[in-house]
């Protein structure tokens, strides 16, 4: 049972990310450095609101918000940039995101989210 982590990209909060290897599977570990509980409490409010309004988001598999720790679904290192990269007709690949945009754009907010935020 070998485990391997490396850092990876992140956002532009105050959190860290890190992909952990292990049986041939990995997971996603955040780790918040500042405001621990407000900072993973957004991340998990949106990412949960995103998922009730069927937009792919990962899934959360562990959440310690006292010691600034979530657990999630690695969706891999492809992104959309990578793909135009490769695809000649860019044109589809750009008309995918707009039309995920247009459909987080069409979800109501509740108050209940929006006092979080």
């Known amino acids: 049972m070998k485990s391997k982590i490396i850092p990876i990209a992140g956002d532009a909060s105050f959190r860290t990310f890190y992909r952990i290897y292990k049986n041939k599977k990995s997971k996603i570990i955040i780790l918040a450095k500042k405001e621990k509980y407000k900072n993973l409490i957004v991340y998990a409010a949106i990412n949960q609101y995103l998922r009730k309004n069927n937009i792919l ?4 598999y562990f959440q310690n ?17 990578k793909i135009l990269l490769k695809k000649k007709n860019k044109l589809i690949i750009y008309k995918k995101l707009v039309d995920l945009l247009i459909k987080i754009q069409k979800i109501k907010i509740k108050s209940t989210i929006r006092n979080i935020i």
């Open 57 to 60: 988001t990962p899934k959360l």
């Open 65 to 81: 918000y006292k010691k600034g720790i979530f657990v999630i679904e690695d969706f891999g290192n492809l992104s959309f940039y």
